[in-house]
């Protein structure tokens, strides 16, 4: 399967429809579509835009991943006529259009559960979900290959209306040979679909296949998807954040992608999303937050903010009721920072990487990291403690410059001091 490594220049925006205006519809969202195209991001991932189930709902409106019909539109949200007129000046702007599948799982009381209960898995006789805590929910048995013709169909069908891209929730649960068949039929007719693998974390894994369940590791996702999350590094950097865990754990785990993952594989470098605390949230400061999200966007991978992360929001909205993102900008200079990281992605040394390295153990609080590509290189330093510190460099001494600030960086007896994040790019 060809890498589709351009997107490595390109970020995501996650839009969750309900909460992100006031109105929470296509209609609403359209309006801030050209406040989005300011930021300069490529492309618009929606969550689950579907009728939500009622049976076991959660909240009072209900999580938009317990699907009650995957062929129809949230009324929430609008109409059909709204959503593709959505997609319209979305692609009018520049955007493409991805949309979360929840194919794992409907709600209980789904068209689907009517028209084919034999599609669905059972425990004992009965109706039931592999986890626990996920009660709103029931599960879908990927034994039967009737349900596999459904759900590619489906996407079919979501694709002949212009999206651009799915965002798989909780694909590894799902049995790889379908995403591989899946894939293979939507590349007959739909080619440039871009395919985002929602990932579980190891230790999620580790117990689902202890249960004799399917849960399918990265390394293994990549033969059907583009991308990957981040979630088999992810809570590593969370703890360090948080203070309970040193920050090599980390960077080893970065490194495990570099050396393991595919020739040209792809993860969205996400520190925050629905799923997860704001990364606000997590820093104890400002300056640490601008090092860790610069950090995130000077990966190899690619791009990726939540909304409301580029007003530094620190509330993470329920996924269960109406809860606003607050969008306003209350820090100027900090959204500034979010264009210019966006905008600095799409720099030609972030598409072709032939190496992505680390340097050191993060012990001093500072992340250094050299990547190369046919067009040049660039240099990383990023620190993510308290204090500034001076740390060791393989660049030449003399004067460089600092891309996000414009301003001259000098190399003394190999040496560099960073306290805000500092990226060199040499063509």
């Not at 599960?139 to 079919?156: A, I, Q, S």
């Not at 998807?225 to 992810?234: A, H, R, T």
């Not at 969205?268 to 949230?281: F, K, L, Y």
């Not at 640490?288 to 990966?299: K, P, Y």
Request: proline share 4%.
């Amino acid at each position: 399967m060809k890498r589709k490594t351009y997107l490595r220049n390109q970020t995501i925006y996650q839009i969750y429809v309900r909460n992100h205006t006031a109105e929470g519809t296509f209609v609403a969202l359209i309006k801030d579509l050209p406040r989005i195209k300011e930021l300069g991001v490529d492309i618009l991932y929606l969550l689950p835009i579907h009728p939500i189930g009622e049976i076991a709902r959660k909240g009072e409106l209900g999580s938009p991943y317990a699907i009650r019909d995957y062929y129809l539109i949230n009324p929430e949200h609008g109409t059909l006529e709204d959503f593709q007129t959505f997609i319209t000046l979305a692609h009018s702007y520049g955007f493409k259009v991805m949309i979360d599948i929840v194919l794992h799982h409907t709600s209980p009381d789904a068209e689907l559960l009517a028209e084919h209960p034999e599609f669905y898995y059972y425990n004992n006789g009965k109706l039931g979900n592999k986890v626990g805590d996920w009660s709103d929910i029931i599960d879908l048995d990927y034994n039967n290959r009737d349900l596999w013709d459904y759900m590619v169909e489906m996407l079919k069908y979501w694709a002949s209306l212009g999206v651009d891209g799915y965002r798989a929730d909780v694909a590894p649960l799902v049995p790889l040979a379908f995403w591989e068949y899946a894939r293979q039929e939507l590349d007959e007719d739909y080619p440039e679909l871009i395919w985002l693998s929602e990932s579980v974390e190891p230790h999620f894994i580790t117990n689902l296949t202890a249960a004799g369940h399917i849960a399918h590791h990265d390394k293994e996702m990549y033969s059907a998807f583009d991308i990957l999350y981040d979630y088999d590094v992810y809570n590593d950097l969370k703890a360090y954040l948080e203070g309970k865990a040193p920050l090599k754990p980390y960077l080893d785990g970065v490194r495990y992608q570099e050396q393991n993952y595919p020739k040209g594989y792809l993860k969205i470098r996400t520190i925050e999303n629905h799923d997860t605390v704001r990364i606000a949230s997590l820093c104890k400061t400002d300056q640490i937050l601008r090092n860790v999200t610069a950090w995130s966007f000077f990966q190899n991978g690619v791009g990726f903010i939540y909304g409301g992360q580029e007003v530094k929001a620190t509330h993470r909205p329920t996924l269960f009721d109406i809860d606003k993102i607050d969008l306003n900008v209350k820090d100027q200079d900090y959204y500034d920072f979010m264009i210019l990281l966006v905008e600095m992605k799409k720099h030609p040394v972030f598409a072709e990487i032939s190496s992505f390295n680390i340097i050191g153990d993060g012990a001093d609080d500072v992340i250094v990291s050299t990547l190369e590509s046919r067009v040049g290189a660039a240099h990383g330093f990023f620190n993510l403690g308290l204090k500034e510190k001076e740390v060791k460099t393989e660049l030449k001494d003399g004067s460089y410059t600092n891309v996000l600030t414009n301003t001259d960086i000098v190399v003394n007896d190999g040496k560099i001091k960073v306290s805000e994040p500092i990226i060199i790019i040499e063509e």
